[in-house]
């Protein structure tokens, strides 16, 4: 379970124009998971009616990249999450976050990392209730 979690909502995003575009930002996601050497394993966009936007998954063997768009807000919330139980997969979660953000390019952004399921040695005592 251990892993990394970016969490991002970027503001006043100049590619407007792509936060309708279903199949452009399926396109975007799929390939920042490939090129950082990820391992996708699936992946569904619905494009909402106008003035909608578009809500994504890209399924990753390592876990997930999920994005929101809303355009009329000229907005998007992401998340990277990858698991790193065959190895640190980090630097690759960064690497997604930091090509979308470079071809979304919002003007305010708002990240944070989550280090998740550190629960240690499979051999270490429960923790006593406090």
Do not use: K
Not at 38 to 52: C, D
Not at 116 to 124: F, Q
Request: glycine letters at 8%.
């Amino acid at each position: 379970m251990d892993g990394l979690h970016l969490c991002a909502e970027w503001h006043d995003c100049a590619a407007t124009v792509l936060l309708h575009d279903r199949d452009a930002l399926r396109e975007a996601g799929v390939r920042a998971a490939r090129e950082a050497g990820l391992s996708v394993v699936g992946e569904v966009f619905h494009a909402f009616p106008a003035p909608g936007g578009v809500t994504g998954v890209v399924l990753l063997a390592e876990s997930h990249l999920a994005l929101h768009t809303w355009p009329e807000l000229a907005a998007v919330t992401l998340d990277v999450y990858v698991c790193n139980r065959s190895g640190d997969h980090s630097a690759q979660a960064q690497q997604v976050l930091a090509a979308l953000r470079s071809l979304l390019r919002p003007t305010r952004v708002e990240e944070r990392a989550i280090t998740r399921g550190a629960l240690g040695p499979p051999d270490a005592p429960p923790a006593s209730p406090a």
